[in-house]
Every structure is written in structure tokens, then in C-alpha cells.
């Protein structure tokens, strides 16, 4: 048995039913579990023997809508983690889908993992997710009077309003975006001779 088929099957042991979808492909195990089951199955990850994921290395905020250019019928936001076992030697990709597109929300992993803690700021930060139970959920790259999430696929390009400094008020000011959208089409050179080419 390969040492992935031997973590595969420690989370089919460990997790149960509350694994809803496992992944294993190019050497990496996927698994996905239900909002419900999210703090119960990232403790049993952390805390189980057999799996011993101690850190939490990435968790990020997925904005599904228009997946590979195409329609998504699913649930629209997802939350990736990505854990490391030292003491296995070993990794797992974590990942569970807000219930509610409107109000996306899942809970908060930042008792179980301190590392979550600014991992889950950035996600409300650029996606609006909200971690239920995050003790210190506000901005963290964007401006406190910054409108919207710039990384769901929604977000205008060249977004809502613009900052500037006003000489006058001797202030930055913020005003709605006075940038034209336009296409900009690359001037493409070509030689009949290229490369010594005929």
C-alpha cells in the first residue's frame, strides 16, 4: 500500500460520513466536507493519530461562478485549506462551500489552527466570506472604506470609486472612477522574411 492510499484510507477512517467527496490526483488527496461538518472534521484532522495535520499552511476564498468560462451550477464560494502532518509526513487539501451565495459564511478555523487567523481576514477581505466565530474580522488589504471584494468574478475591473489627494481640502477624497473602460489591442508587427524564413 502507498503511503497515499494509506492516508486515503486513514480519512475514510477517521472522517466517516462526514466526508462528502475525496479526490486523489497527481499525488494530492482532495477532500470535501459540508459546512456542518467543517470545525468537527478539521479537530478530527488536527487531533486524530492516524492524521495529525498540525498546520495549517494556506486557506484562501474560491469564487466558482463562471468556472473554466462556463456556467456553475453549484454552490458559488469555496473555502480551500491546505494542511500539513510533520509528524506523518504528509498533506491534505481541505475544502468546504459556503451555503448561502447571498451571505456566503462558514466557521472559523482559527481555534483550531492560530495560522487561519489573517488567512481568513484576506478571504472576507478580496471574496466577502464571512468566518463565523473569527474574533478580529476586518479588512486586512484593502482600504475600512473600501466597496465590495475585488476578487469575486463580479467585481468591476476598474471597480467602484478612486482615492486621490485633494491640494485644496488638503485631504484624500474619494470620488466614483473617472477611468474610461477600453480594449487595448496589441500592435502586432509581422515580417514576410522573418528568422531568414520563406
Partial sequence: ???LETLQAALENVL?????????????????????????????????PALKFEQLIDLCGVDYSNYKDQPWDGLRYCIVSHLLSVTQNWRVRLKVFAQD????????LNDVWSAANWFEREA??????????HLDLR????????IGHPFRKDFPVSGHVEMRYDPEQKRVIYQP?????????PRI???DNYGGLQ
Avoid at 490526483?25 to 470535501?32: F, L, S, V, Y
Fill in 1 to 3: 500500500m502507498t503511503r
Fill in 16 to 48: 466517516g460520513s462526514k466526508l462528502k467527496h475525496l479526490v486523489s490526483d497527481r499525488g494530492e488527496i482532495t477532500i470535501t466536507v459540508s459546512a456542518d461538518d467543517y470545525t468537527e472534521a478539521a479537530l478530527a484532522l488536527r487531533d486524530d
Fill in 101 to 108: 451565495d447571498d451571505v456566503p459564511t462558514v466557521a472559523s
Fill in 124 to 133: 472576507f477581505d478580496l471574496y466577502g466570506i464571512i468566518f463565523d466565530g
Fill in 139 to 146: 479588512r486586512i488589504l484593502t482600504d475600512y472604506g473600501f
Fill in 177 to 185: 472612477v473617472t477611468i474610461e473602460p477600453r480594449e487595448i489591442t
Fill in 189 to 191: 508587427v509581422r515580417e
